[in-house]
Structures are given as C-alpha cells and as structure tokens.
C-alpha cells in the first residue's frame, strides 16, 4: 500500500471516528487492544520487511486516540477512560 492510499484510507476510517466511535463502534477499543497484544506476541518473528505495517497500524492507532480525545462529550470520555489503562499497558508492553 502506498503512503497515500494509507492516509486516504486514514481519514475515512478517522471521519467515522470522529462521529461514531466510541457511541457507535465500540467493538473499535477491543479490536485495537487485540491488534495491540497480537504486535507483541509476534514481536519476536518481525523482520525489516514488517516495519512499513507495523508503522501504518501504530499510525492509525495513534489518529484514532487523537480522535477519540478531542471527544467533548461526556459519554464519550467515559468510555475512553474505562479502557485507558488497558491501552496504556498494550503501549508499555510493545515499547
């Protein structure tokens, strides 16, 4: 995939975000943290040539948590909130 089509592909996913995440698509926090968890357990077998999809998977997490904190609604940062440590901990354990 090239880097456009991932940022095309970026911001579609981020404009669904921004309006339904987490109200709409909360299955998207359980799907993150086990990409999160998967990344760690095959940390082992990467190799070089799987730096371009690790990147572009740590850079859409990083948009979707972005999105997610620019969330004004209190709903919303609940939600955020009872899953932050278990992001936190996915982060630490790959860092």
């Given at each position: ?26 299955q998207m926090n359980q799907w993150l943290l086990k990409s999160l968890d998967g990344l760690f ?55």
């Open positions: 995939m090239t880097k456009s089509a991932y940022e095309q592909l970026t911001l579609v996913a981020t404009t669904f975000i921004k309006f339904d995440f987490p109200a709409q698509w909360p357990e095959s940390m082992q077998q990467l190799s070089l040539e799987d730096a371009p999809r690790v990147l572009r998977f740590l850079g859409f997490y990083h948009e979707v948590l972005k999105e997610q904190s620019k969330k004004q609604l209190t709903t919303s940062k609940s939600h955020f909130y009872r899953v932050a440590k278990d992001h936190f901990k996915g982060i630490v354990r790959i860092w």
